[in-house]
């Protein structure tokens, strides 16, 4: 045990040396020595003393050459008295009772470090600490042994099935090349279900962009300038340990960190999208009465779209993640197995938000959770805009935005929520219940999504119309959406200062700040996608964000499990700046992309393809 490095600068833990410690496996005096590497929290303010090693004394009375005794253990008593000389040269001469007394501090008694320490396998940290202070309190986090990780049957289940995708992706994948490269056969003409899992057919599909004159072109950049945004501040939330914690905790609140702090604001810009593209592709092809009839498919379609990769990081959390890697930081990747194992159920039926909260098994999936309620719940409305008539259409929309607000923000005002969980004036436990009964609720963040819809039914009244903005309007629109914007980002700022104490704005911001980002978003797709975007369009549009795009949905759930699977395997707390943290994020997007690419290939575009398959043969019996 060491005092923590730069401990002036708020780093309060000490990691030792973890598989140094695991590596231990020796053999002394056909005795064999294992490691066990354990983290301690020790309160700063106490009083403690050290053993008196003057009772060490007591075995120079002892004469090896004299007695009776086996040859190991004679040499065992030289080393101790050995031992027991370099003890009292290291503490100095004179080996009293040496107390240690801290002055008392005010909070002090609320502060306290980690400190790891090594002992042998059988022994335990209490038998260990007792053998060298007195009345010393610690708490023991956690222990670690090597390979601490048993077999369980979400191995087995992972194996399993990874194996039999890996036999139909090499079967169908030869095929698939053998008919339509070797043979240069139409492929049209194999079956579906042949082609399904080739490699060779899927990242083809992939890659390949035909262009569509119907389809939104900006809504690519828009969907992946957004996810990156998630990413960059997962990556700086998810960084457990700092050496120089006093200065990350001064950055995060000044203005230079607004663009971290106000990047959970983003999510609603994926609540908005998706509530514009539900009225825009629906308005499209049925009626109102259609739309009931085949309401059935309408939610069919929802779920199955999402399951396969959820299903997929759901059995690798709760396995391959793991088991691959390891560190002294593990415990959060642990936890989230843990969680994979005992809440996968609540996760894949789309209800974490409410059952497991705040233990999820894949902590983005609250997203899902939400969005798939409001995907349930939204007919509610669709209804009223497919009947045809546009003041019902309308009506019906503005009235479900105005009593989801006014629900809103009742139940703010009955609640007592902050106005974030991120700044220093609320404390832990208001922030949890900020998180588990504001932030992942579905009323509280269903308005972008009705905000969406009326975006989407705008966008479908002028599908194929030719919409006139004069240009002093347009420059108006442009400009007021990004104060919007803009004033959104900034607003975040006072909430998080310690000072900040203000329940009627935070009633107002919690009610009203997230749909008038989602209406300020919704005018920049609209104006692009209508052609008054000008270079803002240009460049959503680009095609550099088509491959992403089509990814970023396995992108989305597989990101934070990979940072915390990386950030698990750290050993030693890092250096906080902005700068190392942003080379940390190009690192954690290039593995992303790449484990987003493969499970789109291997598991998601096969799953959309038969999916798609046995749909349309059940249209059209």
Same mark, same amino acid.
């Given at each position: 045990?060491?005092?923590?490095?730069?401990?002036?600068?708020?780093?309060?833990?000490?990691?030792?040396?973890?598989?140094?410690?695991?590596?231990?496996?020796?053999?002394?005096?056909?005795?064999?020595?294992?490691?066990?590497?354990?983290?301690?929290?020790?309160?700063?303010?106490?009083?403690?003393?050290?053993?008196?090693?003057?009772?060490?004394?007591?075995?120079?009375?002892?004469?090896?050459?004299?007695?009776?005794?086996?040859?190991?253990?004679?040499?065992?008593?030289?080393?101790?008295?050995?031992?027991?000389?370099?003890?009292?040269?290291?503490?100095?001469?004179?080996?009293?009772?040496?107390?240690?007394?801290?002055?008392?501090?005010?909070?002090?008694?609320?502060?306290?470090?980690?400190?790891?320490?090594?002992?042998?396998?059988?022994?335990?940290?209490?038998?260990?600490?007792?053998?060298?202070?007195?009345?010393?309190?610690?708490?023991?986090?956690?222990?670690?042994?090597?390979?601490?990780?048993?077999?369980?049957?979400?191995?087995?289940?992972?194996?399993?099935?990874?194996?039999?995708?890996?036999?139909?992706?090499?079967?169908?994948?030869?095929?698939?090349?053998?008919?339509?490269?070797?043979?240069?056969?139409?492929?049209?003409?194999?079956?579906?279900?042949?082609?399904?899992?080739?490699?060779?057919?899927?990242?083809?599909?992939?890659?390949?962009?035909?262009?569509?004159?119907?389809?939104?072109?900006?809504?690519?950049?828009?969907?992946?300038?957004?996810?990156?945004?998630?990413?960059?501040?997962?990556?700086?939330?998810?960084?457990?340990?700092?050496?120089?914690?006093?200065?990350?905790?001064?950055?995060?609140?000044?203005?230079?960190?607004?663009?971290?702090?106000?990047?959970?604001?983003?999510?609603?810009?994926?609540?908005?999208?998706?509530?514009?593209?539900?009225?825009?592709?629906?308005?499209?092809?049925?009626?109102?009465?259609?739309?009931?009839?085949?309401?059935?498919?309408?939610?069919?379609?929802?779920?199955?779209?999402?399951?396969?990769?959820?299903?997929?990081?759901?059995?690798?959390?709760?396995?391959?993640?793991?088991?691959?890697?390891?560190?002294?930081?593990?415990?959060?990747?642990?936890?989230?197995?843990?969680?994979?194992?005992?809440?996968?159920?609540?996760?894949?039926?789309?209800?974490?938000?409410?059952?497991?909260?705040?233990?999820?098994?894949?902590?983005?999936?609250?997203?899902?959770?939400?969005?798939?309620?409001?995907?349930?719940?939204?007919?509610?409305? %669709? @209804? /009223? =805009? !497919? +009947?045809? $008539?546009?003041?019902?259409?309308?009506?019906?929309?503005? &009235?479900? %935005? @105005? /009593? =989801? !607000? +006014?629900? $809103?923000?009742?139940?703010?005002?009955?609640?007592?929520? &902050?106005?974030?969980?991120?700044? !220093?004036?609320?404390?832990?436990?208001?922030?949890?219940?900020?998180?588990?009964?504001?932030?992942?609720?579905? !009323?509280?963040?269903?308005?972008?999504?009705?905000?969406?819809?009326?975006?989407?039914?705008?966008?479908?009244?002028?599908?194929?119309?030719?919409?006139?903005?004069?240009?002093?309007?347009?420059?108006?629109?442009?400009?007021?959406?990004?104060?919007?914007?803009?004033?959104?980002?900034?607003?975040?700022?006072?909430?998080?200062?310690?000072?900040?104490?203000?329940?009627?704005?935070?009633?107002?911001?919690?009610?009203?700040?997230?749909?008038?980002?989602?209406?300020?978003?919704?005018?920049?797709?609209?104006?692009?996608?209508?052609?008054?975007?000008?270079?803002?369009?240009?460049?959503?549009?680009?095609?550099?964000?088509?491959?992403?795009?089509?990814?970023?949905?396995?992108?989305?759930?597989?990101?934070?499990?990979?940072?915390?699977?990386?950030?698990?395997?750290?050993?030693?707390?890092?250096?906080?700046?902005?700068?190392?943290?942003?080379?940390?994020?190009?690192?954690?997007?290039?593995?992303?992309?790449?484990?987003?690419?493969?499970?789109?290939?291997?598991?998601?575009?096969?799953?959309?393809?038969?999916?798609?398959?046995?749909?349309?043969?059940?249209?059209?019996?």
């Amino acid at each position: 045990m060491r005092v923590p490095k730069n401990i002036l600068l708020g780093n309060n833990i000490d990691l030792g040396s973890y598989h140094e410690c695991l590596g231990i496996h020796e053999s002394v005096r056909k005795v064999l020595i294992e490691g066990k590497y354990c983290m301690l929290k020790i309160p700063l303010y106490q009083n403690f003393s050290l053993i008196h090693l003057k009772n060490l004394d007591a075995f120079s009375t002892l004469d090896a050459e004299n007695l009776h005794l086996y040859e190991e253990v004679a040499e065992r008593l030289k080393e101790l008295d050995a031992l027991k000389s370099q003890y009292i040269n290291i503490l100095g001469g004179d080996l009293g009772d040496h107390v240690r007394t801290v002055p008392h501090i005010p909070y002090l008694d609320r502060l306290s470090i980690r400190l790891a320490v090594c002992i042998p396998k059988p022994c335990s940290t209490k038998l260990f600490l007792q053998t060298i202070v007195r009345k010393f309190k610690y708490t023991e986090q956690f222990c670690r042994l090597k390979d601490d990780k048993p077999w369980s049957t979400a191995d087995t289940i992972a194996v399993v099935v990874f194996v039999i995708i890996g036999l139909l992706t090499v079967m169908s994948t030869s095929v698939d090349v053998w008919y339509t490269v070797i043979l240069k056969g139409d492929p049209k003409n194999v079956n579906i279900v042949y082609r399904s899992f080739s490699v060779y057919n899927n990242t083809r599909r992939l890659v390949k962009y035909t262009p569509n004159p119907n389809a939104i072109e900006c809504l690519d950049g828009v969907r992946v300038l957004a996810m990156l945004w998630v990413i960059i501040g997962h990556s700086f939330i998810t960084q457990s340990y700092f050496y120089n914690n006093l200065d990350l905790l001064h950055w995060l609140t000044s203005p230079q960190a607004l663009w971290i702090q106000a990047a959970p604001i983003t999510v609603d810009t994926f609540f908005m999208l998706s509530g514009l593209l539900i009225v825009f592709t629906t308005a499209e092809k049925f009626t109102s009465v259609t739309f009931l009839k085949n309401l059935h498919l309408f939610y069919l379609n929802r779920l199955l779209r999402m399951f396969p990769i959820l299903a997929t990081v759901v059995l690798l959390e709760a396995s391959f993640f793991h088991r691959w890697l390891d560190g002294p930081m593990w415990n959060m990747v642990a936890l989230n197995t843990e969680h994979c194992r005992t809440y996968w159920w609540t996760t894949l039926l789309y209800i974490q938000n409410y059952i497991s909260a705040p233990n999820f098994c894949i902590s983005p999936s609250w997203y899902l959770a939400v969005d798939v309620q409001l995907h349930m719940l939204s007919p509610l409305a %669709l @209804v /009223g =805009v !497919l +009947t045809g $008539a546009r003041r019902v259409a309308w009506a019906t929309l503005a &009235t479900t %935005l @105005v /009593g =989801v !607000l +006014t629900a $809103a923000g009742l139940y703010c005002f009955h609640m007592g929520f &902050t106005a974030s969980f991120t700044g !220093l004036g609320p404390s832990i436990d208001e922030r949890i219940y900020y998180f588990v009964n504001y932030y992942i609720n579905t !009323l509280t963040r269903a308005s972008p999504f009705i905000v969406g819809m009326m975006y989407g039914y705008l966008l479908h009244l002028y599908r194929r119309r030719r919409l006139f903005i004069s240009h002093m309007l347009n420059t108006f629109l442009w400009v007021f959406s990004l104060a919007i914007l803009g004033f959104v980002a900034y607003a975040v700022l006072p909430t998080l200062q310690a000072s900040w104490n203000n329940r009627v704005l935070d009633i107002l911001y919690n009610t009203l700040l997230r749909p008038m980002w989602a209406a300020a978003m919704g005018w920049i797709i609209f104006a692009c996608a209508k052609g008054y975007g000008g270079p803002v369009n240009w460049f959503l549009s680009l095609r550099v964000w088509k491959l992403p795009s089509r990814i970023s949905y396995a992108m989305y759930l597989f990101h934070f499990s990979l940072i915390l699977t990386m950030n698990g395997t750290r050993t030693e707390p890092i250096w906080f700046s902005p700068l190392n943290i942003i080379f940390l994020f190009f690192a954690y997007v290039s593995i992303t992309f790449i484990v987003a690419f493969i499970a789109t290939v291997l598991i998601d575009s096969p799953a959309m393809m038969l999916i798609k398959s046995s749909m349309e043969k059940g249209n059209r019996r």
